[in-house]
Every structure is written in structure tokens, then in C-alpha cells.
């Protein structure tokens, strides 16, 4: 049988694509064309047609496979709209197939959608085809990350207004941008509630999803920003499990070993989403304080001798296993919860 494979090189303005035609009786795999197309509805569609017509009439949209690196918002519109039109859609993160293709020299956006679309038919076992989130899920995304590039704004101010806070002889210009700060940060924090409070709108619209965030929230150190994260990451707990996310968020020990003369002590790495392990810490931190379990567990490898950061990752590793088990069992957290648990059993 014929099969298809489209990669994108995705960028703000154009859409770069090489399409490869792979027969599966003879095993045998050939470069047909490329072309260039503006990253819009319009070219969007002619992408479509040339890739159906170079794959010849007849050809069903079952046998072609789209694919396209993350990069951010620049693929979605083209994303959504192949799935809205019943194309197969592969999204995959741009370091997996950089790293799984071996070393190159050179680069341009005609070399990137082949190497995309060699990806593609190398792994094409392993597709994980590209489904929108539903419109909650959406939304609240989308308030998340505009809550977090708030944030981040507020405290380039807040460092701005204590600068010139500390200064012995003000100026009149340090005067006026230390003020200007202030109604600034003031401004900003008001947009970061206002956020909160539609995150917290749209959750509670779904049943399932505000079930959920009662369990996460139900855990002291847990508030709304970690809820709302793990919530979004993982679709509202569809298809992740503890170990997953502690991978994901770079709080898992990996060791690594060969034969006799290679062994290095378990350590975490440096492949992780570092804005959810740090929402994750700020969580821990709260939890060694305010939660009396986490907080025993957080006394014990203290008196053991552990280094903080080992010790603060430990338990940022068991926060998550413990926020998982509350969804996956659908109860609140209560103190020694695991052995209450095994004894209702």
C-alpha cells in the first residue's frame, strides 16, 4: 500500500513542506516534492491540494500523514484546521526529532520539513495524532499562561521600583519611574486576580474537572495556580499517571551506568518543563510548612542528613504521587490517607 508523509517546518508567516511517498510492499521510499505556503486558512489549503495532487488521484486521507514540530501558538490554526477537515495531524516536540535524526550540518527551513517528514515515516508506529482541547480546557489555558507572562511582568516592575526605592539622592526621573512602577505593579496585580477568577469560572462549569480541583485543593500547600496547571497538562488527568509528570517536570532520579567503569548517582536532568517544576517547588515549599505529612516526611530526611534540594525535590515527588492518588481514587486528602484508604478497603 501507498502512504504519504507531510512535514512542516512551521514559522509566524510561511509553512515549508516536503512530501515523501513510502510503499510498504517493496519497502522502498522516495522525496516527491516541496513547496512553500503562507500560515493562513488560504494557504492552508492550497498545502492540501498540492499534497493530493502529488500523491496522485485516488488517494484516501487515511493514507497521508501531516506533520509538524511544536512551536508554540504558530501551529495551531494550522493544526486545528487539518483535524477540522479529517486530515491526520502529528504534532511532535522539535528537541525529539532533533535528536532522533542523527547529526546534521547546515540548516534551512527546505532541510527541516524533510527532516520532519523522514521523522515521520521513521516513526510512523509510534503517531500520536493531534486532537483540539475542548473549549474549558482552552480557555483555561490560555488564562493560565497570560496569568504567568503577568507575573513575570509584575516582578521585572517590582525590581524596577526597589531599585530606585533604595537609592539615597532621588532624582526627579527616579522619582517619577519609581511611581509609575507602583501603579503599574498595582495595575498588574488586579489582571492576575481577574484571572484567577475566570480560571476558577470555567472550572467550576465542569463538573468533572471542579471535582478534581476540590480533591488537588483539598491538600494544604496546593492552591489554585498548581491545580490549574496539572489540570491543563494533563487534560484533566486523562492518560498521565504520577511517574509521568514527575518525569515530565524534571523531579524524577534517572540513574545512568555502563559496564564497570560508568555510574553516576541518580540525579534529575535537565529535560523538563522548568515552568511547572517551579510552580511544583513554590507548592512543596508550602506543603513542608503547612501540611503536617509532608512536613513529618520533610523532618525525617532532614534528621538523615540530606541536602535541602535533595530533600525539597523528594518531596515535591511525593506531592505529586499524593495529588494524583486523590484523583484516581476521588477523595479529599486527609492526614495518613494511604492507611485510612487501605484499612476502608
Known amino acids: 500500500m501507498k502512504y504519504f508523509f507531510i512535514g512542516i517546518d512551521v514559522s509566524k508567516e510561511k509553512l515549508d513542506a516536503t512530501l515523501i511517498h513510502y510503499e510498504s510492499k517493496s519497502d522502498s521510499e522516495q522525496q516527491l516534492a516541496y513547496t512553500t505556503v503562507e500560515n493562513n486558512p488560504k494557504g492552508f489549503r492550497s498545502l492540501v491540494s498540492w499534497s493530493k495532487k502529488n500523491a496522485g488521484r485516488g488517494v484516501k486521507t487515511d493514507a497521508m500523514l501531516f506533520c509538524c514540530e511544536t512551536t508554540g501558538g504558530y ?68 488564562l493560565f499562561l497570560y496569568r504567568q507572562s503577568l507575573v513575570a511582568d509584575r516582578q521585572a516592575k517590582l525590581v524596577s521600583a526597589k531599585e530606585k526605592r533604595h537609592i539615597s539622592s532621588k532624582s526627579k526621573v527616579d522619582k517619577f519611574i519609581y511611581r509609575d512602577a507602583q501603579k503599574a505593579i498595582d495595575i498588574l496585580t488586579k489582571s ?29 500547600g496546593v492552591g489554585l495556580v498548581t491545580s490549574v496547571m496539572l489540570i491543563i497538562y494533563t487534560d484533566n488527568f486523562k492518560g ?20 564497570s567503569s560508568v555510574f553516576h548517582k541518580a540525579n534529575t536532568g535537565g529535560y523538563s518543563n522548568r515552568r511547572l517544576k517551579g510552580i511544583l517547588t513554590q507548592a512543596a515549599r508550602s506543603a513542608i510548612t503547612h501540611n503536617p505529612t509532608l512536613r513529618q516526611y520533610y523532618l525525617r530526611m532532614k534528621a538523615q542528613g540530606k541536602p535541602y534540594g535533595v530533600i525539597l525535590n523528594n518531596v515535591n515527588n511525593k506531592l505529586v504521587h499524593i495529588l494524583f492518588s486523590l484523583v484516581l481514587h476521588d477523595c479529599d486528602f486527609e492526614l495518613d490517607h494511604e492507611t485510612k484508604r487501605t484499612a476502608r478497603a
Open 75 to 142: 501551529d495551531r490554526a494550522l493544526c486545528d484546521w487539518l483535524y477540522g477537515n479529517g486530515l491526520n495531524i502529528w504534532r511532535e516536540s522539535a528537541l525529539q526529532i532533533k535528536r532522533s535524526m542523527g547529526l546534521r550540518k547546515g540548516k534551512d527551513d527546505k532541510a527541516d520539513s524533510e527532516m520532519i517528514a523522514y521523522y515521520a515515516l521513521r516513526f510512523r508506529s509510534k503517531a500520536t495524532l493531534y486532537k483540539p482541547l475542548d473549549g474549558n480546557m482552552r480557555s483555561l489555558r490560555d
Open 240 to 259: 498521565w499517571n504520577a511517574k509521568k509528570m514527575a518525569s515530565y517536570c524534571g523531579i524524577a532520579p534517572f540513574y545512568e551506568s555502563s559496564g
Open 192 to 220: 492576575i486576580k481577574e484571572c484567577e477568577h475566570r480560571m476558577l469560572e470555567i472550572i467550576k462549569e465542569d463538573e468533572e474537572m471542579y471535582r478534581n480541583y476540590l480533591h488537588l485543593t483539598s491538600c494544604k
